[in-house]
Every structure is written in structure tokens, then in C-alpha cells.
């Protein structure tokens, strides 16, 4: 499977199936991504498209900016 297809899928997986352990990865990484001027109203990245909320569940993601 393609790792893009596999990142996007783990991440909604973790957004869907909470888990502590994804919880707390996510909650830093929003936190960081609030802040960004990056971050849109919409909850997506301007850089990379993303949905935020579900992209900071996979702990196998990046930022693309390098802040996470």
C-alpha cells in the first residue's frame, strides 16, 4: 500500500478509535499547530492540505514546516 494512503488511514483510524497514547501525541501537536500561522479556520494545514486533528494521531507523520 502506499505510505501516503497508509499515513492518511492511520491518522483518521486514530481520530476515529481514541486512544490515550494518540491522545496525548495529539493534544502537543494541535497545540504546536494552533499556533502556526499555517493553520487554517478549517482545521487544515496551508502547507500540506491536511486535516489537522486526524494527521496529528499517526505518530508517523511529519510536519512539513519541521515543527513536529
Do not use: D
Not at 30 to 53: D, L, T
Amino acid at each position: 500500500m502506499n505510505t501516503l494512503l497508509t499515513e492518511i488511514f492511520l491518522g483518521w483510524k486514530n481520530y476515529i478509535f481514541k486512544s490515550p497514547e494518540h491522545e496525548e501525541l495529539a493534544k502537543k501537536r494541535m497545540g504546536i499547530c494552533i499556533s502556526c500561522n499555517k493553520f487554517k479556520k478549517n482545521k487544515r494545514c496551508s502547507v500540506c492540505g491536511c486535516f489537522m486533528p486526524a494527521k496529528v494521531r499517526n505518530q508517523y507523520s511529519k510536519c512539513p514546516l519541521k515543527n513536529w
